[in-house]
């Protein structure tokens, strides 16, 4: 068979560091085969040295239209509390369409960059913004479709039942090209209220929800569990995801358990948002300062399907970030101490196959017929990889070259 890419020498990640490495063929945009020494000609042929080549990296959670804007925000003189939201909303008077397509293009480049080929970007509507961030990101679903999948989760960030004609805009997003429906009860005076009428909004329009969840120093009031309830109830379960949930940190681990079982049981995804978990928690004290991070590892390990995600970039929320979603799984295992093979490997599926699982992409994975969306980075298999942040040498989206990167070259004396 002729292909119009091979990859050749190349190990797969779930392979075992002793086996021999492999070949991957594309044809028309998909994989057309993986084995050893494949033959016929080949359009572009890609020597990979024994490196790792994987499916793109899955970003769950990310906000593109308020990246790259703390130059904007006023400077906070106090550690607690942050006012991050405050900070952020005093500025959108200044977002346009145009500086939303520029700003996100840039941090979406970055995201590419780093190997990302799927992406979930939440975009926040309320009567100050209205849909100038949504519009502007709307844009980029077909501006970058040559490099990566974008879809659009609307949400309300600063309140629904509270901050009336919120919920219009969100209506009108849901119409005009958003795909997922997202929340932030914390920010609303009925948290309640708020998660119901997303439930309501997702069985009308048949979509799936994502919401921001349980930030906190305390497990009192968990609205993760309603959602539990909501999902079971109106049978929605594996196309639910609470994001963040760092109230769950500061519970021990035979409560823990509990709600871990209850999100596996009912089909409620986690996701955590790492850098920015860490930025914002723990402001309460000045000494033992928790890590405000849940254990993703212990609720895999109950069923729970988890993601990690990048979330914000150079704004209040999150004042750094480059999109590299290694950098922040890597983070995530150093503050969770889990460190062993088998605990990073599972961490690495959060970044690819259960990430990807949390978006509902059956086509995902190196596998015959699926669509070649493939990364090569400088490590011989997914551990190492992790471990040390490798970078990604190769990106191609639907077998097309859509990355490349240069491996670090000394210049000895």
């Known amino acids: 068979m002729d292909f119009d890419l091979v990859l050749r020498d190349v190990r797969l990640a779930d392979s075992k560091r002793d086996q021999p490495t492999t070949d991957i063929g594309v044809k028309d945009g998909r994989i057309a085969a993986i084995a050893r020494g494949l033959g016929g000609n080949a359009k572009e042929e890609v020597r990979g040295g024994g490196r790792l ?10 906000h593109l239209e308020k990246s790259c804007i703390l130059e904007r925000c006023e400077c906070t003189t106090t550690r607690n509390p942050h006012l991050a939201m ?4 005093a500025v959108k008077h200044t977002f346009t369409v145009e500086d939303v397509i520029e700003r996100a293009s840039g941090t979406l480049e970055k995201c590419v960059g780093h190997g990302a080929t799927r992406m979930r970007t939440h975009v926040e509507v309320d009567p100050k913004i209205g849909l ?7 844009t980029l679903i077909d501006k970058y479709k040559w490099a990566i999948d974008l879809e659009i989760c609307v949400m309300p960030q600063e309140g629904l039942t509270n901050n009336p004609g919120t919920d219009e805009l969100m209506i009108a997003a849901l119409k005009n090209g958003a795909t997922v429906v997202g929340a932030a009860p914390n920010y609303d005076t009925d948290r309640a209220a708020q998660i119901r009428r997303v439930f309501e909004m997702a069985r009308e329009f048949d979509v799936d929800i994502d919401m921001h969840l349980d930030s906190g120093a305390s497990a009192e009031e968990l609205d993760t569990l309603l959602v539990c309830d909501l ?23 035979k409560d823990l358990d509990k709600v871990a079982k209850r999100m596996a049981d009912t089909g409620v995804a986690a996701t955590v948002l790492t850098a920015t978990d860490l930025y914002l928690g723990g402001r309460h004290t000045d ?23 990048s979330n914000n970039i150079l704004n209040p929320f999150t004042p750094f970030g480059d999109g590299q979603l290694l950098r922040q799984i890597n983070m995530h295992a150093i503050v969770t101490a889990r460190g062993n093979d088998d605990e990073v490997k599972a961490l690495w599926d959060m970044t690819t196959s259960t990430a990807a699982r949390l ?55």
């Open 53 to 62: 080549v994987c499916s793109g990296f899955v970003e769950t959670h990310i």
């Open 86 to 89: 405050e900070r952020v909303s």
């Open 132 to 138: 100038r961030g949504f519009d502007g990101v709307k």
């Open 231 to 253: 999902t079971e109830k109106y049978k929605w379960g594996g196309r639910v995801a609470v994001g963040h949930v760092g109230k769950l940190s500061t519970m021990p681990w």
């Open 287 to 309: 000494h033992n300062v928790p890590r405000n991070v849940v254990d993703l590892n212990r609720l895999t390990e109950l069923g729970v399907t988890c993601s990690v995600g």
């Open 359 to 413: 978006m509902r992409k059956d086509d995902y994975g190196v596998a015959v017929g699926n669509p070649a969306d493939l990364v090569m980075l400088d490590a011989p298999d997914s551990v190492t990889a992790l471990r040390t942040v490798a970078p990604v040498l190769a990106a191609f989206k639907r077998g097309r070259r859509t990355v490349t990167r240069e491996p670090v070259r000394l210049h000895r004396p």
